[in-house]
């Protein structure tokens, strides 16, 4: 990986944190989510018209990554509903390249190295204590289903839009398309489970979020490129230095609790996915 796509990437990573913290902040974070999915579909329409129309192969990963968002989207909102971002995200991220490495250990039958086992095991063990601070200082053990099956939905789109990209060969009009695919699902979706409601928030919120929504596209579009770039399983692991500056995020500007078990769990997490890339 050169230079420049690692920093394209740690940008990316970043990026992700922070518009993770602006999600966060809505008073009704499935409102703030909706928000965000329509400003990036707005973006998008804007980006696809001066890109390439996609090839009849691309359609089908573009489909199938906006299905994925949709679920991505709703499980992030609902965890962040019930639990703090330094918690939430570090399990929600944290948690999907480890479902990726136990698929491929048990259905791929896909060779495995030392330093993979290695990774596994610091990676379980950060999420595990990050999941056993929810018992520990009585939060809602409801955000553990949501984060993982957010968790659950990142591992899917990363292997979709890493694939998906590399057909298309147009990773800025791919992310374009991806995100519009993902409003079509997703906003439907929320309106049948919240009500029409769910739309309506102050100016101020619109103008919030939607800048969110800016900074949403940027990051994925940065990610998308380099998983074009450099192999797709090496920046998925980078990616997830996000998870640092997330709960940097929420002890430094929220004020969450962080105390050393949160800590120490985060920088498990980092250090699993990085070890099971080396």
């Known amino acids: ?29 499935q409102t703030a989510m909706a928000i965000l999915t ?3 579909s707005v973006m998008g329409l804007a980006i696809v018209g001066f890109r390439p129309w996609p090839a009849a192969e691309v359609w089908p990963w573009l489909l199938a990554s906006g299905l994925i968002h949709m679920f991505y989207q709703l499980f992030l909102a609902y965890a962040y509903e019930l639990g703090d971002l330094s918690r939430v995200y570090p399990i929600a991220r944290g948690a999907a390249p480890l479902m990726v490495l136990v698929f ?4 791929l039958s896909d060779p495995i190295a ?53 057909v298309s060969g147009d990773p800025v009009g791919y992310t374009a ?43 994925y579009a940065m990610a998308v490129w380099a998983m074009t770039q450099a192999p797709i399983a090496l920046v998925a ?9 997330a709960v940097l995020i929420g002890w430094l500007v929220f004020g969450e609790r962080m105390d050393r078990g949160k800590a120490i769990a985060a920088i498990l997490i980092v250090a699993g996915v990085v070890l099971t890339r080396l």
């Open 177 to 219: 398309w991806l995100l519009i695919m993902a409003a079509m699902f997703y906003v439907p979706s929320v309106v049948v489970i919240k009500g029409l409601s769910v739309l309506r928030a102050p100016l101020r919120d619109w103008a919030k979020i939607g800048i969110a929504g800016i900074i949403s596209y940027c990051a």
């Open 114 to 166: 030392t330093m993979d086992y290695v990774g596994i095991i610091v990676l379980g063990c950060g999420i595990a204590l990050m999941a056993r601070g929810v018992f520990a200082h009585s939060e809602s053990r409801r955000l553990l289903l949501f984060a993982f099956g957010s968790a659950c939905a990142t591992a899917g789109y990363t292997i979709v839009d890493g694939l998906g990209a590399r």
């Open 1 to 29: 990986m050169t230079f420049p796509i690692f920093l394209a990437v740690m940008g990316a990573a970043l990026l992700h944190a922070i518009w993770n913290a602006l999600v966060k902040t809505g008073q009704n974070k």
């Open 38 to 40: 329509v400003m990036q």
């Open 237 to 245: 692991a980078l990616r997830e230095t996000s998870i640092l500056f």
């Open 104 to 107: 491929s250990l048990i259905a």
